[in-house]
């Protein structure tokens, strides 16, 4: 049974910084390539970031190019993706999934950022 728990998420002030983690089972992780996905209320999921099965290559969107990181420990079956210079636009529920949305989602992990 394929499980996805997102954790890390919180309240922050704007400027602040977080390390979301999500943690897999129940798939062969080191061969897929991982995703963070945000949905903001009345909004839809969107992509924030993903990087390929090894962590040698990583995209972005637009919105938080240069402020955030997305990285994985195959070892631990883990992706992470650390947020830095938070603004209150990235106020969202967090998820990961596959890059292809392959995956049943997780509950998410919610991130407000004040101003």
């Known amino acids: 049974q394929v499980q996805l728990v997102e954790s890390g998420g919180g309240l922050v002030q704007a400027g602040g910084s977080l390390r979301l983690s999500c943690v897999a089972s129940?798939?062969?992780?080191?061969?897929?390539?991982m995703a963070w996905y945000r949905q903001a209320p009345g909004k839809q999921r969107e992509l924030v970031a993903d990087?390929?099965?090894?962590?040698?290559?990583?995209n972005y969107a637009d919105s938080v190019k240069g402020r955030f990181t997305i990285s994985r420990d195959n070892a631990k079956n883990t992706v992470y993706l650390q947020m830095n210079s938070l603004k209150p636009e990235d106020t969202a529920v967090y998820y990961c999934?596959?890059?292809?949305?392959?995956?049943?989602w997780g509950q998410g992990t919610q991130v407000t950022v004040s101003s």
């Open positions: 990087i390929t099965s090894g962590g040698s290559n990583t």
């Open positions: 999934n596959s890059a292809a949305r392959s995956l049943d």
């Open positions: 129940g798939i062969i992780f080191r061969i897929n390539a």
